[in-house]
């Protein structure tokens, strides 16, 4: 990917303090944008992409292989059903960093900013208590098959502990991600940072966010004409 970035101010920065200063604010801007778009948890989603692309390659080679060879290599329909439920569930991990989880918001836009931010940490505190729920589920299924020595009952005999082992840490990083995020959110509201706590928990709110920055004395119409 490639960006093309227009600093402004960099020109009075020069001519005042030199170019070395203006280099030391490029570099504080590259890294600043570095923060930005290599976030920690963002390779929680390029990783869900790769078993995604994975599984695929597996399908297709299987299907190929059973029309040319009557035989199948790579048992893509056993080994595609543990990486997917892996991707996903490192993926809902990602899911509640970009606000991309489901909410019904038919009547959520309608009500004001402070009952939305108690609307917004009651969803949080429920996605908290499903994704320990599912991380303790996900504990007495792997705990279980270990201490069992259980093994999948196809040819290939996979120890399910592996698997499941995966994706219990995928839901482990879900439980802990939506805790995380339920207490900063709450700590934002508390200190009065309502702004920054709507751009971590309010439902996708850049609409709504837009609508709120108007004063309050101004409406407009649909095609945004005021009256």
Known sequence: ????????????????????????????????????????LDLLARIGGAIIFLIAVMVCGDIFARNLFNRTFFHSFELSAYLFAVGVSFGMAQTVIERGHIRIDIFYAWMPRRIRRVLDILALISLSGLGILL???????????????????????????????LWLLGLAVFAGVTILVTLRHAQL????????????????????LQNDSLPSDETTDINGAKP
């Open 189 to 208: 509201v508390l200190t009065g940072r309502g702004a920054e706590a709507d751009q971590l928990g309010a439902i996708s709110g850049e609409e709504i």
């Open 135 to 165: 991380a303790e589920r996900g504990w007495q299924v792997a705990s279980r098959s270990f201490e069992r020595g259980l093994n999948s009952s196809s040819s290939l005999s996979v120890p399910m502990y592996l698997p499941q082992g």
């Open 1 to 40: 990917t490639l960006a093309l970035i227009d600093m402004d101010g960099l020109k009075p920065v020069n001519d005042s303090y030199g170019h070395a200063a203006g280099d030391e604010a490029i570099l504080h801007v590259t890294d600043a944008l570095k923060l930005i778009t290599r976030r920690p």
